[in-house]
């Protein structure tokens, strides 16, 4: 019987994806995603998703904001813990406009904070995938959030990676292609970046299957451990694969 598992990180309006079957490592397909739902409920119907998108939202943020953001930048350390942006209170994501969202983040966080445009950017995919959750409880035990440079950083043994954009782009992809076939991926898979997908994108969509799978095995690792939970209900930790030596 065939256990899928996928991982999908955003993309220019779309979801970059990667599916692979882990009872037959042969099977698997890249692509893009109009939505979370249109992989969730395609053919293949995975079973453990990892999605570089914040679930569970804060009502209040006090101090550094979610626990598993903490943990996060815990992980990463100096070199990379400004790319665990913190996650504004609900209010604020449900925003209307910018200036609203900034105002509704300051009036609910201690101490006052104020989303960045990059952060009000990626806010219409929270709240689609806050949405969805939340209308459809029973996608809770299939979808979770990851974060791709704690995948990568974990598979590197801890050690910091060359950055994936600027100077070090060429170097850096390469690492992280490296990381994913030594955690097992097929190498045509890792290949198989679909049309309309950066680089980038398709390698975090990678690291998300990797975390995938490894929830779905059971040797995942929660941050925070244990995971907390949100008013709604929504499980609040980034996971993270299991440590390489």
Known sequence: MARWIAGLDGCRGAWAGALLDLDD???????????????????????????????????????????????ARAVLGASGRASV???PPRAAVYAETYEAA???????????????????????SVRAVDGLLRGRPELRSRLHEVHPEIAFRCLNAGAALPRKKGPERAQGLAARGRLLRAAG????????????AGADDHLDALAGLVVARDILLGRAVP??????????????????PAARA
């Open 25 to 71: 490592p042969g099977r698997f397909r890249t692509g893009l995603f109009a939505s979370v739902a249109a992989c969730l409920d395609g053919p293949e119907a995975p079973l453990s998703v990892g999605i570089d998108v914040p679930i569970g939202l804060p009502d209040r943020v006090i101090g550094g904001g979610r626990g598993a953001d903490r943990a």
């Open 185 to 196: 991926l097929p190498e045509a898979l890792v290949l198989a970046r679909p049309r309309g």
């Open 102 to 124: 900034k105002g509704l983040s300051r009036a609910h966080s201690d101490p006052p904070f104020a989303p960045s445009i990059q952060c009000w950017n990626i806010l219409a």
């Open 85 to 87: 942006f913190p996650v």
């Open 223 to 240: 941050l925070p451990d244990p995971p907390e939970r949100d008013a709604h209900g929504l499980p609040v930790v980034i996971w993270a």
